[in-house]
């Protein structure tokens, strides 16, 4: 999975061009990622001293952690080398006695999933990458420009980095990250002990649980050999861990006793706090530290329908400009009584912010190179996405937009962001965020094929170029803007649809399984009833 995702990333990346060598084990991987088109040259199976030949200039080994520490010592290759492994000092001490040019780096940003068919396209987008510079504490071994170049690769990718050496990090990953994973496996197991529970639950005719149950279950199914030798070559803290959770679980139960319930407020008030700490507002979600659309986006709470156990809701809305999707979104969000995110008008909000930054000569290349530069916030400028009674709302350093980013100026350079994957993982990132907290009526281009590809509710609307440039003349007039002849705008949809379809990633495509609805000849109503009549009440 993450290799694939990684090929998918560099494949997609607007500054890398090169070659991409796959190596893999099963003719099934090999299968996946040539459908995919993902790498250039695929090689099953290889012994790991022929890699030489093929005159690498960056390697990423990817494979589960006890395969590296045999792999390490058998390579024969002069660029820098790193890896994707959990665990560090079992890989670290394998690399010491080595000639490589080799530093480690831990891509926080695994799942439960594996193999080439789970790749996520943003995977490494906005998380983090420890990136390790030495075996013990606070001494740094690793040669300097080697780490840099590892860093910056990652870097490029949209992660953020932190240095830290193995024996640190193995400790710090044991509490953070592996211990989680086996209590998640602990508490499925103490289903085990009471057959009733899940007896029950399986005869009801849905889950007899909230999202709690879920959320905590979650990691409990991860890759099993993925987990042998995380716990092989990180033991001792792993072990230590799950101790002091038995001590701190004996508290709870002792506590649980007592006549006295008043301590569980305290409890509580005091775990929220520790929650806080480790996924506080200034870091949670998207690591708001790129400071482009920082992570204040949560919808109002008046907003937000559904509760934590409710399934998420997303009604996607595709189609080329002025076909009628804000309109109708916006509708159907208010019967529904659900938010509507209009992506475009990310798009045109994260424009605009660039604008600003750069002036209206800027080239595309200078829009793209915005995003990584942001990190850490160099320009301070803070772009927020916020919504209030229903309203998409977009704040430049607290200010708020309103119109100016329905400019013609601002949509004649939306495609110098649009056509940047950093920016679209970025918003797609939001909107998956959002959606994953609030049912969703979601308008643009890609959502029903790339943001939100598993929704059961996709529509895609559409209208003669004509008719769309009408509308859109009638409501620049309205709206007291300047409007352009009714040909010339006829050919700035035209143009402006051509770039959409085109685009190579994120492109206007109808999303299979979507109904189809032309808007040419039906006012906004009927296209709403016309939805709501597919959707059934089942939405
Ligand atoms: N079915 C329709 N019939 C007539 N006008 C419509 C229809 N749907 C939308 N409009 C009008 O067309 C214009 C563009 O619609 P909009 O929702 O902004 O499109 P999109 O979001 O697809 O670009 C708006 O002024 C809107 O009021
Ligand atoms: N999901 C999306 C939404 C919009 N975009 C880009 C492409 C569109 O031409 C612009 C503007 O989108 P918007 O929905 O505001 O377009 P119109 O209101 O129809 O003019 O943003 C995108 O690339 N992906």
Partial sequence: M???????????????????????????????????????????????????????????????????????????LDCPVTDMGSTRLAIERAARGTTLRFAGSHPMCGSENSGPEALVPDLFVNRLCIIINGIEEAVVDRDADLLDSIETFWKELGMH??????????????????????????????????????????????????????????????????????????????????????????????????????????????????????????????????????????????????SENAKPRILSLDGPAGSGKSTVAGIIARRLGCLHADSGAIYRSLTYACMQLLGEQASPEEFGRVFLEQTPDPHGFALRVDYDNGKQLHYLNEEELGLKIRTPSVTARIRYIADHAQYRNRVNELLRELGAKTALIVDGRDIGTVVFPDTPFKFYLDAAVRTRAERRRKELIESGMEAPSLEELEKQIADRDEQDRNRKIGALQIPPGAILIDTSNIDRDMVVSGILAHLQEQF
């Fill in 2 to 76: 993450m290799g694939a995702s990684l090929a998918h990333a560099l494949r997609h990346h607007a500054h890398f061009s090169g070659e991409i060598i796959a190596v893999v084990r099963s003719d099934r991987s090999a299968a996946a990622l040539r459908e995919k088109g993902l790498a250039d040259t695929i090689l099953v199976d290889v012994d790991p001293t022929t890699l030489a030949q093929y005159n690498p200039d960056f390697v990423v080994l990817g494979t589960p952690v006890l395969s590296l520490v045999e792999m390490l010592p058998l390579l024969r």
């Fill in 161 to 306: 980095t932190f240095r830290l050496d193995a024996t640190t990090h193995d400790r710090i990953v044991a509490g953070l990250s592996h211990g989680p994973h086996f209590l998640s496996s602990a508490l499925a197991m103490t289903y085990l002990s009471d057959p009733l529970l899940l007896a029950k639950n399986e005869e009801s005719p849905c889950a007899i649980t909230g999202g709690g149950l879920r959320d905590m279950l979650r990691i409990a199914g991860s890759n099993p050999v993925m987990w042998r030798d995380i716990l092989a070559t990180n033991q001792r803290p792993i072990v230590d861990f799950l101790k002091s959770f038995r001590n701190e679980l004996d508290t709870l139960i002792q506590n649980a006793e007592r006549s006295d319930t008043d301590w569980v407020l305290t409890y509580q008030g005091r775990a929220h706090e520790v929650r806080d700490r480790i996924y506080g507002n200034a870091r949670m979600g998207n690591g708001s530290s790129a400071n482009l659309i920082p992570a204040t986006h949560e919808a109002s709470s008046s907003l937000v329908v559904g």
